[in-house]
């Protein structure tokens, strides 16, 4: 059967599950939008900037669990989609980014809105694709999607000439994806998962230091089951939080900058650190070769680039942090760690995260501890990035895998307002807060009007103070209290 180009990236989209679009239309693409009302199942949100589409289908993606989806045109268009790209890229968040670009006839003539977006995004993304053939479009959206969410997951672009979109082909459904050399690894090596074991085992002091992974491999229930089997307390990085339920009684908070101090000390007095999903990221350790000095460390990580990188480890285990911790959980015995759980707990005592002076003015502390109270701990909440954003982190008590949002790697100040319309999409019954401060929120608040027109249910807890409050607090810290472009009023 003979289809247009246009009408395979639809038909293909369909077929790796994709329901949702979020773009905005532009000379380039439109060939592409003007195939979609022969599509009715794939939904298009209309979104009013291009950043705000990326942003979208990354808070969709971190809620499915499935790539998200955005469109853009060519030039401008693309361009616009770089920040909320290069976020989903330090984030390992799984996009599927379709681009128009200038017709093949005119590529490298600087045509009017012609932008070498491929290789704009080549450093940011996990692999992009210029389609010069319609018949070439079944086969790289499937090896695309496969791409984006498999081992370690990431985005990926597909730039699409506008006469390719138009050109007529022989359509054939392409049964599976044929990629010499890539092939992520998700079982980890059997002795190295022994050796991780016997050092849980001998540990006196063990912690669980969760990250990003362990939410990405949907672990955690393997993970609890490891921490109460062997009582190992845990502790998450900044993207890790919600991965282990915050009223249990064996976590320990989430360390480093911003993080809470009972958090950082436990690492520092430890003996042992299984690192599941996460990358040593240096917010955490500060200072490497002073991290965590007296512990060994068990490192699992889907991307073997990651093990080593940042700090040396003793037990490295490539592999998917859901398989291996299947198979750690089958050789760890039951144990009993009593006095070092009651160490924490003095840390905790010694060390509050929550500290209220006595005043009767409005504090952002107390609005997210009152918010996580109203909520008992299960709202899906979406944050930028500032103080709000490590308020929001210390003071909610999260409940669900899942369930908080933020722009880790990139910090991503607009982030909040877009990503919290993608995750109510992903989840229509879902309780979303968009927690902002009054910058970020400034940035991307125009799709305020895509989530009003789609009549979607999102909350907003605007914390406005006037100013950036993480520049000033930093003017304050690094530069002797030198304020410089902070004020908004």
């Not at 990221?281 to 200072?287: A, L, Q």
Request: with cysteine; proline share 6%.
């Amino acid at each position: 059967m003979k289809m247009k180009g246009s009408q395979i990236v639809c038909k293909s989209l369909l077929r790796e599950g994709c329901n949702v679009v979020f773009g905005i239309p532009g000379g380039a693409i439109l060939p592409l939008y003007q195939t979609l009302p022969e599509f009715p199942d794939l939904r298009h949100i209309l979104v009013r900037h291009e950043q705000g589409a990326s942003h979208a289908a990354d808070g969709f993606a971190r809620v499915t669990g499935k790539p998200g989806v955005a469109f853009a045109t060519s030039g401008p268009g693309a361009t616009n989609l770089v920040t909320g790209i290069a976020s989903a890229q330090m984030d390992s968040v799984p996009m599927v980014i379709v681009t128009g670009q200038v017709a093949k006839t005119v590529i490298g003539s600087d045509a009017f809105q012609e932008t070498d977006i491929t290789g704009i995004t080549l450093p940011i993304t996990k692999h992009n694709y210029l389609v010069m053939e319609a018949s070439e479009i079944a086969g790289v959206i499937k090896e695309a999607f496969y791409i984006a969410n498999s081992g370690r997951p990431g985005p990926v672009l597909v730039d699409i000439p506008r006469d390719v979109f138009l050109q007529e082909t022989e359509y054939e459904e392409p049964d599976q994806v044929d990629l010499p050399g890539y092939s992520p690894n998700f079982d980890g090596h059997p002795k190295q998962v022994k050796k991780a074991a016997q050092l849980i085992k001998e540990a006196s002091k063990p912690v669980i230091l969760a990250g990003h992974g362990v939410l990405i491999s949907q672990a955690s229930s393997e993970l609890k089951e490891l921490a109460e089997k062997a009582q190992i307390p845990v502790i998450t990085t900044l993207l890790g939080i919600s991965c282990f339920p915050e009223d249990h009684v064996l976590w320990a908070g989430w360390p480093g900058m911003h993080g809470m101090a009972y958090a950082s000390l436990a690492l520092d007095e430890a003996d042992l650190i299984v690192s599941l999903g996460m990358r040593f990221d240096d917010r955490i350790t500060g200072n490497p070769k002073k991290f965590a000095t007296g512990s060994k460390k068990i490192h699992v990580d889907i991307d073997p680039s990651e093990i080593g990188k940042n700090i040396a480890v003793d037990v490295p285990i490539v592999g998917d942090v859901k398989e291996v911790l299947i198979e750690i959980n089958k050789l760890v015995q039951p144990d009993v760690h009593d006095s070092w759980i009651r160490r924490i707990d003095q840390l905790k005592e010694e060390h509050p995260s929550l500290k209220l002076p006595d005043t009767d003015k409005l504090l952002a502390r107390q609005v997210i501890k009152d918010l996580s109270d109203i909520t008992n701990g299960e709202a899906t909440i979406v944050t930028g990035v500032g103080q709000h954003q490590m308020w929001a982190a210390q003071h909610y008590r999260y409940k669900r895998p899942n369930s908080f949002l933020s722009s880790g790697g990139s910090g991503t100040m607009g982030y909040e307002v877009p990503a919290a319309m993608g995750a109510q999409v992903a989840n229509p019954d879902g309780v979303v807060w968009s927690i902002a401060g009054d910058g970020g929120f400034q940035m991307t608040m125009s799709e305020l009007a895509t989530i009003v027109e789609n009549k979607l249910p999102v909350k907003f807890a605007i914390l406005n103070n006037g100013f950036l409050g993480m520049v000033r607090q930093w003017q304050e810290i690094f530069f002797e209290s030198s304020y410089v472009s902070r004020l908004f009023w």
